[in-house]
Protein backbone atom coordinates (compact mmCIF):
# COMPACT_ATOMS: atom_id res chain seq x y z
CA UNK A 1 0.00 0.00 0.00
CA UNK A 2 1.04 3.80 -0.07
CA UNK A 3 1.70 5.28 3.40
CA UNK A 4 2.82 8.32 4.27
CA UNK A 5 4.52 7.23 7.80
CA UNK A 6 5.40 3.67 8.72
CA UNK A 7 4.45 3.07 12.26
CA UNK A 8 6.58 -0.47 13.61
CA UNK A 9 5.23 -1.81 16.54
CA UNK A 10 1.15 -1.45 17.68
CA UNK A 11 1.43 -0.75 21.75
CA UNK A 12 0.02 2.59 23.04
CA UNK A 13 2.96 4.87 21.80
CA UNK A 14 2.75 3.29 17.87
CA UNK A 15 -1.06 3.57 19.01
CA UNK A 16 -0.36 7.35 19.91
CA UNK A 17 1.49 8.39 16.92
CA UNK A 18 -1.05 6.53 14.37
CA UNK A 19 -3.61 8.71 15.64
CA UNK A 20 -1.46 12.05 15.93
CA UNK A 21 -0.32 11.21 12.26
CA UNK A 22 -3.73 10.22 10.59
CA UNK A 23 -5.32 13.02 12.50
CA UNK A 24 -3.14 15.46 10.09
CA UNK A 25 -4.52 14.26 7.24
CA UNK A 26 -1.36 11.24 6.60
CA UNK A 27 -1.95 7.91 5.56
CA UNK A 28 -0.50 5.38 8.30
CA UNK A 29 0.53 2.13 7.91
CA UNK A 30 0.98 -0.07 11.51
CA UNK A 31 3.05 -2.57 11.29
CA UNK A 32 3.20 -5.98 13.97
CA UNK A 33 4.63 -9.27 14.29
CA UNK A 34 1.46 -9.95 16.87
CA UNK A 35 -1.93 -10.16 15.74
CA UNK A 36 -4.93 -8.00 15.95
CA UNK A 37 -5.68 -9.40 19.57
CA UNK A 38 -2.59 -7.60 20.71
CA UNK A 39 -3.57 -4.26 19.70
CA UNK A 40 -2.58 -1.94 22.77
CA UNK A 41 0.88 -3.51 23.63
CA UNK A 42 1.63 -3.53 27.51
CA UNK A 43 -0.30 -0.79 28.17
CA UNK A 44 -3.13 -2.85 28.51
CA UNK A 45 -2.12 -5.01 30.79
CA UNK A 46 -0.76 -2.37 33.06
CA UNK A 47 -2.55 -0.80 36.30
CA UNK A 48 -3.24 2.70 33.88
CA UNK A 49 -0.56 4.88 36.54
CA UNK A 50 -0.20 8.11 35.47
CA UNK A 51 2.63 10.62 36.69
CA UNK A 52 0.85 13.95 37.21
CA UNK A 53 1.87 17.05 39.02
CA UNK A 54 -0.57 19.23 41.26
CA UNK A 55 -3.38 17.82 39.77
CA UNK A 56 -6.48 17.78 40.89
CA UNK A 57 -6.86 15.09 42.60
CA UNK A 58 -3.64 15.90 44.77
CA UNK A 59 -5.12 18.78 46.21
CA UNK A 60 -8.53 17.63 46.78
CA UNK A 61 -6.10 14.97 49.11
CA UNK A 62 -4.41 18.10 50.67
CA UNK A 63 -1.37 16.91 48.91
CA UNK A 64 0.97 20.16 47.58
CA UNK A 65 2.91 19.38 44.54
CA UNK A 66 4.67 21.62 42.22
CA UNK A 67 6.77 22.07 39.20
CA UNK A 68 9.93 22.65 41.21
CA UNK A 69 9.52 19.41 43.61
CA UNK A 70 8.49 17.20 40.90
CA UNK A 71 11.97 18.64 39.03
CA UNK A 72 13.79 18.19 42.15
CA UNK A 73 12.61 14.57 42.53
CA UNK A 74 13.19 14.23 38.74
CA UNK A 75 16.23 14.79 38.73
CA UNK A 76 17.54 13.39 42.24
CA UNK A 77 16.49 10.27 40.99
CA UNK A 78 17.33 10.46 37.25
CA UNK A 79 21.14 10.96 38.12
CA UNK A 80 21.95 12.35 34.73
CA UNK A 81 26.36 11.90 34.64
CA UNK A 82 27.25 11.35 30.86
CA UNK A 83 27.43 13.06 27.95
CA UNK A 84 25.20 11.31 25.96
CA UNK A 85 22.14 12.49 28.54
CA UNK A 86 22.44 15.71 26.66
CA UNK A 87 18.36 14.60 24.79
CA UNK A 88 17.87 12.54 28.00
CA UNK A 89 17.81 15.79 29.79
CA UNK A 90 16.13 18.22 27.60
CA UNK A 91 13.24 15.29 27.27
CA UNK A 92 12.70 14.83 30.85
CA UNK A 93 12.22 18.81 31.08
CA UNK A 94 9.72 18.89 28.35
CA UNK A 95 7.78 15.78 30.23
CA UNK A 96 8.03 17.72 33.56
CA UNK A 97 5.86 20.11 31.75
CA UNK A 98 3.41 18.42 29.91
CA UNK A 99 2.87 16.20 33.17
CA UNK A 100 2.19 19.95 35.26
CA UNK A 101 0.57 20.97 32.03
CA UNK A 102 -1.42 19.59 29.30
CA UNK A 103 -1.13 15.92 29.95
CA UNK A 104 -4.21 15.66 32.28
CA UNK A 105 -6.55 18.19 30.45
CA UNK A 106 -5.38 16.51 26.91
CA UNK A 107 -6.34 13.04 27.98
CA UNK A 108 -9.36 13.90 29.81
CA UNK A 109 -10.83 15.43 26.74
CA UNK A 110 -10.48 12.05 24.84
CA UNK A 111 -12.73 11.02 27.52
CA UNK A 112 -10.09 9.69 30.06
CA UNK A 113 -10.79 9.69 33.86
CA UNK A 114 -8.88 9.00 36.77
CA UNK A 115 -9.54 7.32 39.92
CA UNK A 116 -9.88 9.72 42.88
CA UNK A 117 -7.22 7.98 45.54
CA UNK A 118 -3.74 8.99 44.68
CA UNK A 119 -0.72 6.11 44.87
CA UNK A 120 2.58 7.19 46.54
CA UNK A 121 5.00 5.04 44.86
CA UNK A 122 8.87 4.91 45.19
CA UNK A 123 8.92 6.93 48.50
CA UNK A 124 12.63 7.39 48.03
CA UNK A 125 16.35 6.88 49.50
CA UNK A 126 15.27 9.23 52.30
CA UNK A 127 17.31 12.19 50.79
CA UNK A 128 15.60 15.32 50.62
CA UNK A 129 17.69 15.96 47.27
CA UNK A 130 18.21 11.62 46.14
CA UNK A 131 15.64 9.23 44.13
CA UNK A 132 11.60 9.33 45.32
CA UNK A 133 8.71 10.70 44.80
CA UNK A 134 8.31 13.62 47.89
CA UNK A 135 4.69 13.28 47.50
CA UNK A 136 2.16 11.03 46.09
CA UNK A 137 2.16 11.01 42.26
CA UNK A 138 0.85 8.10 40.60
CA UNK A 139 -2.69 8.70 39.38
CA UNK A 140 -4.28 5.39 38.62
CA UNK A 141 -7.37 5.68 35.34
CA UNK A 142 -10.18 4.53 35.82
CA UNK A 143 -10.50 1.61 33.61
CA UNK A 144 -6.44 0.52 34.51
CA UNK A 145 -4.59 -0.29 31.30
CA UNK A 146 -7.83 -0.70 28.43
CA UNK A 147 -9.35 2.65 29.73
CA UNK A 148 -5.21 4.02 28.92
CA UNK A 149 -5.57 2.45 25.32
CA UNK A 150 -9.25 2.82 24.23
CA UNK A 151 -9.36 6.52 23.64
CA UNK A 152 -6.12 6.26 20.93
CA UNK A 153 -7.69 3.13 19.93
CA UNK A 154 -10.97 4.40 19.33
CA UNK A 155 -9.19 7.19 17.06
CA UNK A 156 -7.20 4.75 15.20
CA UNK A 157 -10.15 2.57 14.48
CA UNK A 158 -12.14 5.60 13.40
CA UNK A 159 -9.59 6.52 10.61
CA UNK A 160 -8.59 2.98 9.65
CA UNK A 161 -12.52 3.06 8.75
CA UNK A 162 -11.90 6.46 6.52
CA UNK A 163 -9.15 5.12 4.87
CA UNK A 164 -5.86 6.90 6.78
CA UNK A 165 -4.67 4.12 8.67
CA UNK A 166 -3.72 0.21 7.25
CA UNK A 167 -3.40 -2.38 9.95
CA UNK A 168 -0.45 -4.89 8.98
CA UNK A 169 -0.75 -7.80 12.00
CA UNK A 170 1.56 -10.67 11.61
CA UNK A 171 4.40 -8.47 9.43
CA UNK A 172 7.61 -8.98 11.50
CA UNK A 173 10.39 -6.04 10.86
CA UNK A 174 13.64 -7.73 9.52
CA UNK A 175 15.15 -4.68 8.69
CA UNK A 176 14.81 -0.74 7.61
CA UNK A 177 15.25 0.18 3.61
CA UNK A 178 17.86 2.63 3.69
CA UNK A 179 18.72 5.10 0.55
CA UNK A 180 21.08 7.72 0.23
CA UNK A 181 21.47 7.82 3.92
CA UNK A 182 17.62 8.23 4.43
CA UNK A 183 15.54 5.68 5.91
CA UNK A 184 12.64 5.14 3.50
CA UNK A 185 10.90 1.99 4.11
CA UNK A 186 10.70 -2.07 6.38
CA UNK A 187 11.10 -4.82 5.03
CA UNK A 188 10.43 -8.27 6.88
CA UNK A 189 8.65 -11.76 7.09
CA UNK A 190 5.24 -12.34 7.02
CA UNK A 191 3.88 -14.61 9.73
CA UNK A 192 1.20 -17.12 9.45
CA UNK A 193 -2.42 -16.00 11.02
CA UNK A 194 -2.85 -16.50 14.87
CA UNK A 195 -5.60 -16.87 17.41
CA UNK A 196 -3.86 -17.55 20.09
CA UNK A 197 -5.39 -14.78 23.33
CA UNK A 198 -3.69 -11.92 24.35
CA UNK A 199 -0.17 -11.87 25.50
CA UNK A 200 0.45 -15.86 24.70
CA UNK A 201 3.31 -17.12 22.75
CA UNK A 202 2.52 -17.28 18.93
CA UNK A 203 3.55 -19.17 15.72
CA UNK A 204 6.60 -17.77 14.23
CA UNK A 205 5.74 -19.68 10.98
CA UNK A 206 7.06 -17.22 7.84
CA UNK A 207 4.46 -17.49 5.14
CA UNK A 208 5.72 -14.45 2.88
CA UNK A 209 8.31 -11.45 2.71
CA UNK A 210 7.13 -7.85 2.50
CA UNK A 211 8.61 -4.46 1.64
CA UNK A 212 6.66 -1.28 2.02
CA UNK A 213 7.87 2.41 1.50
CA UNK A 214 6.74 6.17 2.97
CA UNK A 215 8.56 8.87 3.61
CA UNK A 216 8.79 8.41 7.54
CA UNK A 217 9.06 5.44 9.61
CA UNK A 218 8.49 5.71 13.64
CA UNK A 219 9.63 2.77 15.28
CA UNK A 220 7.18 1.82 18.77
CA UNK A 221 8.63 -1.06 19.11
CA UNK A 222 8.95 -1.70 22.95
CA UNK A 223 11.72 -3.13 25.31
CA UNK A 224 14.04 -6.07 25.49
CA UNK A 225 12.17 -7.26 29.08
CA UNK A 226 10.70 -10.46 27.71
CA UNK A 227 14.52 -11.53 26.31
CA UNK A 228 15.92 -12.70 29.68
CA UNK A 229 19.36 -13.56 27.51
CA UNK A 230 19.10 -9.70 26.60
CA UNK A 231 18.47 -8.17 29.83
CA UNK A 232 21.51 -10.09 31.34
CA UNK A 233 23.36 -9.22 28.57
CA UNK A 234 22.32 -5.48 29.46
CA UNK A 235 22.66 -6.02 33.00
CA UNK A 236 25.40 -3.24 34.92
CA UNK A 237 27.84 -4.24 37.67
CA UNK A 238 26.31 -1.47 39.87
CA UNK A 239 23.30 -3.85 40.26
CA UNK A 240 25.71 -6.70 41.25
CA UNK A 241 25.54 -10.24 39.19
CA UNK A 242 22.62 -10.75 36.99
CA UNK A 243 20.18 -13.17 38.21
CA UNK A 244 19.80 -16.81 37.39
CA UNK A 245 16.33 -16.81 37.39
CA UNK A 246 13.29 -14.28 36.74
CA UNK A 247 9.73 -13.77 36.32
CA UNK A 248 8.68 -12.26 33.20
CA UNK A 249 6.77 -9.25 33.68
CA UNK A 250 6.23 -8.87 29.85
CA UNK A 251 5.59 -11.51 26.94
CA UNK A 252 7.93 -13.09 25.20
CA UNK A 253 7.51 -10.93 21.84
CA UNK A 254 8.85 -7.99 24.22
CA UNK A 255 12.17 -9.26 22.51
CA UNK A 256 14.33 -6.22 21.63
CA UNK A 257 14.93 -6.56 18.33
CA UNK A 258 14.17 -3.60 16.30
CA UNK A 259 16.82 -1.87 18.63
CA UNK A 260 19.24 -4.28 16.75
CA UNK A 261 17.60 -3.53 13.55
CA UNK A 262 17.78 0.28 13.87
CA UNK A 263 21.06 0.34 14.86
CA UNK A 264 21.79 -1.19 11.71
CA UNK A 265 20.31 1.64 9.48
CA UNK A 266 22.44 3.80 11.50
CA UNK A 267 20.59 4.94 14.68
CA UNK A 268 22.57 5.37 18.07
CA UNK A 269 21.23 3.24 20.72
CA UNK A 270 22.93 4.98 24.22
CA UNK A 271 22.08 3.47 27.93
CA UNK A 272 21.38 -0.20 27.06
CA UNK A 273 22.77 -0.81 31.31
CA UNK A 274 19.66 1.65 32.44
CA UNK A 275 16.58 -0.73 33.59
CA UNK A 276 14.28 -1.20 35.32
CA UNK A 277 13.31 -4.53 36.99
CA UNK A 278 11.27 -4.91 40.80
CA UNK A 279 11.98 -7.68 43.31
CA UNK A 280 8.40 -8.07 44.56
CA UNK A 281 7.59 -10.81 42.03
CA UNK A 282 5.00 -13.24 42.17
CA UNK A 283 4.93 -16.75 39.85
CA UNK A 284 1.48 -16.65 38.64
CA UNK A 285 -0.96 -19.29 39.71
CA UNK A 286 -2.44 -18.61 36.41
CA UNK A 287 -0.02 -17.59 34.05
CA UNK A 288 -0.53 -15.76 30.51
CA UNK A 289 2.64 -16.14 29.11
CA UNK A 290 5.09 -18.23 29.85
CA UNK A 291 7.22 -17.62 33.12
CA UNK A 292 4.01 -14.87 33.97
CA UNK A 293 5.63 -12.73 36.90
CA UNK A 294 2.62 -10.16 39.22
CA UNK A 295 4.66 -7.86 40.98
CA UNK A 296 3.52 -7.03 44.36
CA UNK A 297 2.23 -3.05 44.98
CA UNK A 298 2.74 -3.24 48.33
CA UNK A 299 2.52 -0.51 51.57
CA UNK A 300 5.24 -0.11 54.11
CA UNK A 301 4.34 -2.40 56.62
CA UNK A 302 5.88 -6.02 55.82
CA UNK A 303 8.70 -6.69 57.17
CA UNK A 304 11.49 -7.33 54.35
CA UNK A 305 14.38 -10.29 55.09
CA UNK A 306 16.50 -11.34 52.43
CA UNK A 307 17.11 -15.38 51.23
CA UNK A 308 19.62 -15.80 54.27
CA UNK A 309 16.97 -14.40 57.21
CA UNK A 310 18.75 -11.24 57.51
CA UNK A 311 16.31 -7.69 57.76
CA UNK A 312 17.04 -5.14 55.41
CA UNK A 313 18.31 -2.26 56.29
CA UNK A 314 16.66 1.44 55.64
CA UNK A 315 15.88 2.76 53.47
CA UNK A 316 14.98 -0.53 51.63
CA UNK A 317 11.13 -1.06 53.03
CA UNK A 318 8.42 -1.96 50.75
CA UNK A 319 7.70 0.85 48.02
CA UNK A 320 10.57 3.05 48.85
CA UNK A 321 13.65 2.33 46.47
CA UNK A 322 12.84 -0.57 43.78
CA UNK A 323 16.62 -0.54 42.20
CA UNK A 324 18.41 0.62 45.90
CA UNK A 325 16.72 -2.78 46.64
CA UNK A 326 17.74 -4.80 43.95
CA UNK A 327 21.31 -3.48 44.50
CA UNK A 328 21.45 -4.63 47.90
CA UNK A 329 19.42 -7.97 47.38
CA UNK A 330 21.73 -8.69 44.21
CA UNK A 331 24.97 -8.71 46.52
CA UNK A 332 23.24 -11.36 48.84
CA UNK A 333 23.85 -13.66 46.12
CA UNK A 334 20.47 -15.14 45.58
CA UNK A 335 17.24 -14.38 43.64
CA UNK A 336 14.71 -13.92 45.91
CA UNK A 337 13.67 -12.10 49.43
CA UNK A 338 10.94 -12.61 51.65
CA UNK A 339 8.46 -10.61 53.04
CA UNK A 340 6.53 -11.54 56.56
CA UNK A 341 2.97 -9.88 57.48
CA UNK A 342 -0.10 -10.41 58.74
CA UNK A 343 -3.66 -11.08 57.40
CA UNK A 344 -4.72 -7.39 58.49
CA UNK A 345 -1.74 -6.08 56.66
CA UNK A 346 -2.47 -8.25 53.36
CA UNK A 347 -6.07 -7.07 53.25
CA UNK A 348 -5.28 -3.27 53.33
CA UNK A 349 -1.58 -3.10 51.65
CA UNK A 350 -1.22 -5.54 49.20
CA UNK A 351 -2.25 -4.70 45.33
CA UNK A 352 -1.28 -6.53 42.39
CA UNK A 353 -0.06 -5.08 38.81
CA UNK A 354 -1.91 -5.50 36.02
CA UNK A 355 -5.22 -4.83 34.82
CA UNK A 356 -6.60 -8.27 35.18
CA UNK A 357 -5.53 -8.39 38.55
CA UNK A 358 -8.11 -5.59 39.43
CA UNK A 359 -11.21 -6.17 38.15
CA UNK A 360 -12.99 -3.55 40.42
CA UNK A 361 -11.01 -0.87 38.33
CA UNK A 362 -10.40 -2.26 35.13
CA UNK A 363 -14.59 -2.88 35.02
CA UNK A 364 -15.04 0.57 36.57
CA UNK A 365 -17.28 -1.66 38.96
CA UNK A 366 -18.26 0.07 41.77
CA UNK A 367 -19.92 -1.89 43.95
CA UNK A 368 -16.66 -4.41 43.43
CA UNK A 369 -14.10 -1.26 44.90
CA UNK A 370 -16.28 -0.67 47.75
CA UNK A 371 -14.90 -4.60 48.93
CA UNK A 372 -11.85 -2.39 49.23
CA UNK A 373 -12.14 -0.55 52.25
CA UNK A 374 -14.18 -3.38 53.68
CA UNK A 375 -12.28 -6.49 56.03
CA UNK A 376 -11.09 -9.12 53.55
CA UNK A 377 -8.37 -8.66 50.68
CA UNK A 378 -9.54 -8.10 47.39
CA UNK A 379 -10.47 -11.34 45.51
CA UNK A 380 -7.17 -11.83 43.36
CA UNK A 381 -4.78 -11.06 46.21
CA UNK A 382 -6.61 -13.93 48.15
CA UNK A 383 -6.38 -16.23 45.16
CA UNK A 384 -2.68 -16.12 44.95
CA UNK A 385 -2.52 -16.28 48.83
CA UNK A 386 -4.69 -19.42 48.62
CA UNK A 387 -3.31 -21.26 45.48
CA UNK A 388 0.38 -19.34 44.80
CA UNK A 389 3.52 -21.10 44.83
CA UNK A 390 5.21 -18.59 46.66
CA UNK A 391 2.82 -17.83 49.75
CA UNK A 392 3.03 -19.77 53.26
CA UNK A 393 0.39 -19.37 55.79
CA UNK A 394 0.94 -20.02 59.55
CA UNK A 395 -0.68 -19.48 62.68
CA UNK A 396 2.55 -19.81 64.21
CA UNK A 397 6.45 -18.26 63.50
CA UNK A 398 7.62 -21.99 63.69
CA UNK A 399 5.39 -23.00 61.16
CA UNK A 400 5.77 -20.03 59.25
CA UNK A 401 9.48 -21.03 59.21
CA UNK A 402 8.81 -24.50 58.27
CA UNK A 403 6.59 -23.27 55.35
CA UNK A 404 9.19 -21.08 53.65
CA UNK A 405 11.98 -23.53 54.05
CA UNK A 406 9.67 -25.68 51.98
CA UNK A 407 9.71 -23.50 49.49
CA UNK A 408 13.28 -22.12 49.58
CA UNK A 409 16.16 -22.58 47.08
CA UNK A 410 18.13 -25.59 47.94
CA UNK A 411 21.29 -23.63 47.90
CA UNK A 412 20.01 -20.57 50.21
CA UNK A 413 21.21 -21.20 54.27
CA UNK A 414 17.57 -22.91 55.77
CA UNK A 415 15.87 -19.98 58.14
CA UNK A 416 16.02 -20.24 61.61
CA UNK A 417 12.68 -19.94 63.53
CA UNK A 418 14.28 -18.41 66.26
CA UNK A 419 16.62 -15.88 64.83
CA UNK A 420 13.11 -15.02 62.91
CA UNK A 421 10.97 -14.83 65.77
CA UNK A 422 13.26 -12.75 67.31
CA UNK A 423 13.81 -9.73 64.12
CA UNK A 424 9.81 -9.29 64.74
CA UNK A 425 9.63 -9.55 68.41
CA UNK A 426 12.20 -6.92 68.32
CA UNK A 427 10.35 -4.49 65.70
CA UNK A 428 6.88 -5.10 67.44
CA UNK A 429 8.36 -3.70 70.69
CA UNK A 430 8.77 -0.45 68.75
CA UNK A 431 5.11 -0.02 68.73
CA UNK A 432 4.63 0.50 72.17
CA UNK A 433 4.87 3.78 71.92
CA UNK A 434 3.85 6.52 69.42
CA UNK A 435 7.89 7.18 69.13
CA UNK A 436 10.33 5.39 68.03
CA UNK A 437 14.00 4.26 66.95
CA UNK A 438 12.69 1.64 64.20
CA UNK A 439 12.89 4.22 60.71
CA UNK A 440 10.37 1.87 59.04
CA UNK A 441 7.80 1.76 61.86
CA UNK A 442 8.28 6.30 61.61
CA UNK A 443 7.46 5.53 57.74
CA UNK A 444 4.67 3.61 58.61
CA UNK A 445 3.08 6.41 60.85
CA UNK A 446 4.12 8.89 58.19
CA UNK A 447 2.37 7.50 55.61
CA UNK A 448 -0.95 7.45 57.34
CA UNK A 449 -0.81 10.90 58.09
CA UNK A 450 -1.40 11.06 54.18
CA UNK A 451 -5.74 10.65 53.52
CA UNK A 452 -5.32 8.46 50.60
CA UNK A 453 -2.62 5.62 52.68
CA UNK A 454 -4.35 5.68 55.55
CA UNK A 455 -7.94 5.19 53.80
CA UNK A 456 -6.87 2.22 51.16
CA UNK A 457 -2.95 1.76 51.56
CA UNK A 458 -1.51 1.21 54.90
CA UNK A 459 -3.03 -0.80 57.62
CA UNK A 460 -3.09 0.97 61.35
CA UNK A 461 0.30 -0.03 63.27
CA UNK A 462 0.14 -3.54 64.70
CA UNK A 463 2.86 -5.92 66.61
CA UNK A 464 3.07 -8.59 63.63
CA UNK A 465 2.72 -11.45 66.50
CA UNK A 466 -0.86 -10.08 67.59
CA UNK A 467 -3.04 -12.85 67.36
CA UNK A 468 -6.36 -10.69 66.49
CA UNK A 469 -4.09 -9.50 63.28
CA UNK A 470 -3.19 -13.07 61.79
CA UNK A 471 -2.84 -15.51 60.82
CA UNK A 472 1.05 -14.96 59.53
CA UNK A 473 2.08 -14.66 55.72
CA UNK A 474 5.33 -15.43 54.20
CA UNK A 475 5.41 -14.38 50.15
CA UNK A 476 8.94 -15.25 48.51
CA UNK A 477 9.81 -12.34 46.38
CA UNK A 478 10.90 -12.90 42.94
CA UNK A 479 12.68 -10.67 40.69
CA UNK A 480 10.57 -9.57 38.29
CA UNK A 481 12.26 -8.51 34.42
CA UNK A 482 10.38 -5.60 33.38
CA UNK A 483 11.20 -1.96 31.61
CA UNK A 484 14.36 -0.67 29.61
CA UNK A 485 15.48 2.86 30.35
CA UNK A 486 17.84 3.54 27.51
CA UNK A 487 17.15 3.53 23.97
CA UNK A 488 17.45 5.21 20.73
CA UNK A 489 18.89 8.34 21.20
CA UNK A 490 16.20 10.97 19.56
CA UNK A 491 16.02 14.72 19.89
CA UNK A 492 13.03 17.16 20.97
CA UNK A 493 11.41 16.24 17.98
CA UNK A 494 11.63 12.24 18.25
CA UNK A 495 14.23 12.54 15.48
CA UNK A 496 16.89 9.53 15.61
CA UNK A 497 20.52 10.73 15.99
CA UNK A 498 23.24 8.86 14.52
CA UNK A 499 26.15 8.17 16.51
CA UNK A 500 28.08 11.67 15.39
CA UNK A 501 25.38 13.22 17.12
CA UNK A 502 23.76 14.17 13.68
CA UNK A 503 20.21 13.53 12.46
CA UNK A 504 19.17 10.20 10.85
CA UNK A 505 16.65 11.24 8.00
CA UNK A 506 13.07 9.16 7.86
CA UNK A 507 13.91 7.48 11.55
CA UNK A 508 11.45 8.56 14.56
CA UNK A 509 11.11 6.50 17.76
CA UNK A 510 8.70 6.83 20.35
CA UNK A 511 7.87 4.80 23.64
CA UNK A 512 9.94 2.11 25.68
CA UNK A 513 12.75 1.72 22.49
CA UNK A 514 13.60 5.04 22.87
CA UNK A 515 14.12 4.54 26.47
CA UNK A 516 10.52 6.67 26.80
CA UNK A 517 12.02 9.76 25.31
CA UNK A 518 15.22 11.31 24.09
CA UNK A 519 17.19 7.24 24.51
CA UNK A 520 16.88 7.66 28.39
CA UNK A 521 14.99 10.65 30.18
CA UNK A 522 14.28 8.71 33.51
CA UNK A 523 17.79 7.76 33.80
CA UNK A 524 18.75 5.87 36.19
CA UNK A 525 15.57 5.78 38.44
CA UNK A 526 12.25 5.84 37.62
CA UNK A 527 9.58 7.72 39.58
CA UNK A 528 6.69 5.46 38.68
CA UNK A 529 3.53 6.28 36.12
CA UNK A 530 6.21 7.61 33.97
CA UNK A 531 6.56 4.75 31.64
CA UNK A 532 2.89 5.02 30.48
CA UNK A 533 3.12 8.93 29.91
CA UNK A 534 6.53 7.98 28.24
CA UNK A 535 4.76 6.38 25.66
CA UNK A 536 2.10 8.54 25.24
CA UNK A 537 4.39 11.83 25.35
CA UNK A 538 7.19 10.75 23.04
CA UNK A 539 4.23 8.74 20.53
CA UNK A 540 2.42 12.39 20.52
CA UNK A 541 6.17 14.39 19.60
CA UNK A 542 6.85 11.76 17.16
CA UNK A 543 3.51 11.55 15.24
CA UNK A 544 3.30 15.23 15.16
CA UNK A 545 6.98 15.56 13.57
CA UNK A 546 6.44 12.82 10.88
CA UNK A 547 3.11 14.36 10.20
CA UNK A 548 4.73 17.58 9.45
CA UNK A 549 7.52 16.08 7.79
CA UNK A 550 5.72 14.93 5.11
CA UNK A 551 3.25 17.59 4.81
Known amino acids: MKADVIIVGAGIAGLVAAAEVADAGRRVLLVDQEGEQNLGGQAFWSLGGLFLV????????????????????????????????????????????????????????MGHRIFPVVGWAERGDGRANGH????????????????????????????????????????????????????????????????????????????????HRAQAVIVTSGGIGG????????????????????????????????????????ANLIH?????????????????????????????????????????????????????TLRHLRATGYDYSWFVLTQKIIEKEFALSGSEQNPDLTGRDLKLLLSRVKSGAPGPVEA???????????????????????????????????????????????LDNTFTKDAQVMAIRSARTYRGDRLIRTASPHRLLDPSAGPLIAVRLNILSRKTLGGLETDLDGRC??????????????????????????????????FLGGCLYSGRVAGRSAAAQVG
Do not use: C
Open 54 to 109: DSPEQRRLGVRDSLDLARQDWFGSAQFDREDDRWPRAWAEAYLDFAAGEKRSWLHG
Open 384 to 430: FKRHGEDFVVAGTVEELVAGMNKIADDDAPALDAAAVRTLIEERDRQ
Open 497 to 530: RTGDGSVLPGLYAAGEVNGFGGGGMMGYNALEGT
Open 272 to 324: PDRMWHYVEGLRNWAPIWDNHGIRILPGPSSLWLDAAGNRLPAPYFPGFDTLG
Open 132 to 211: GNSVPRFHITWGTGPGVVAPFERRVRAHADAGRVTFAFRHRVDGLVVESGAVVGVHGTVLEPTTVERGRPSSRVAVGEFT
Open 227 to 266: NHDLVRKAWPARLGTPPRRMVSGVPAHVDGRMLAIAQEAG
